[in-house]
Each structure stands twice: as structure tokens, then as C-alpha cells.
């Protein structure tokens, strides 16, 4: 690991530590449920994002060491036909949900810093996948969106009724 995935790291773990304790502090029983019922269905949506890409990985990846991240195989299915970093999804999910949850301004500011940094993690990864993949990796980027879940479900969506108008 280098020193700006490091240093990232370590600054993504206080933002997002920060916005869950300043979420608890600042709760507000009186705020709007309808709100805050989004915001733990957002949450819930992220447990999908973050939870599934190790399944996938672990049974497509070909792994080559003790974790599921250390793959071999560009895997393209599953959650990732969908978008290509959906546990940096997942995190961006919750962060949005906690400020759902709590719209203080201090809870918005840290999430806002934790997608920025969630964000700029997805085009280091993409670096780090173009040089271990190569052009099949850049393949892969014109064909699923970086973090557009909406957008790689149409697109899913698109193919598969093309397909089935084929048959």
C-alpha cells in the first residue's frame, strides 16, 4: 500500500467514524420518519452493495492469496455487471443514509468529505485494475459505470430485453 492510499485510508476512517457518532449525537426524535425511513433504506441498499462483491469474488475471482480481493480474473458478473466498485458504493450508500437519518450540518459535512474520498478511491482502483487487467479492464470501463447503480441496471436491464427479443 502506498502513503496516498494510506493517508486516504486513515482520513476516510475519521470521516466516517465521525459522521456515524455525530448521527447518535445529534438524533433527533422529532425530525421528519419519512426521512429517516429513506435514509435506513438506503442503508439497507449498501449492505447489499458491500456484502455480495465478496460472494461474486470469491467465486469468480480466481483468488490467489487468503482474501477475496486478491483476484486473478476480471470478474464481470453478478454485482459487477452492475457498477465497478460496489463496496466503495456501499460506503457512499451509508453515508448518505446517515445524513438522511440526521440532516445536521455537521453529519452532512462529514459525509460529504467521505464521498469525496470513497469517490477518489474508485479512480486509484481503476488504475490499479488497468495495470493488473490491462485493455480488457478498459473494456469493462466503457461497459459498466463507475458508481451509476441506476444506470448499470438499465444498461442490464437493456441487454437482457435485447436478448430475449432475439429469441
Given amino acids: 500500500m502506498d502513503r496516498k492510499s494510506l493517508y486516504l485510508g486513515i482520513l476516510l476512517t475519521v470521516l466516517a467514524l465521525g459522521q456515524v ?10 425530525a421528519n420518519p419519512t426521512v429517516i425511513n429513506i435514509g435506513w433504506a438506503v442503508i439497507f441498499l ?23 480481493i486478491h483476484t486473478t480474473t476480471l470478474v464481470k458478473s453478478g454485482v459487477y455487471c452492475i ?11 451509508v453515508s448518505i443514509g446517515l445524513c438522511l ?30 495495470e493488473k487487467f490491462g485493455e480488457a479492464y478498459r473494456g469493462y470501463q466503457e461497459q459498466v459505470p463507475r458508481l451509476n447503480f441506476i444506470l448499470g441496471l438499465y444498461r442490464v436491464l437493456i441487454k437482457e430485453k435485447r436478448l430475449s427479443e432475439m429469441e
Fill in 46 to 68: 449498501s449492505a447489499i452493495f458491500g456484502w455480495l462483491p465478496i460472494f461474486t469474488l470469491r467465486y469468480r475471482g480466481n483468488i490467489s492469496g487468503k482474501s477475496y
Fill in 83 to 93: 457498477v465497478r466498485h460496489p463496496q466503495y458504493l456501499a460506503g457512499v450508500l
Fill in 21 to 30: 457518532v455525530a448521527t447518535w449525537q445529534f438524533y433527533d426524535q422529532q
Fill in 101 to 130: 437519518i440526521r440532516t445536521h450540518w455537521l453529519v452532512i459535512l462529514l459525509g460529504v468529505g467521505s464521498w469525496l474520498i470513497y469517490y477518489l478511491n474508485t479512480y486509484l482502483e481503476d488504475q490499479h485494475n488497468i
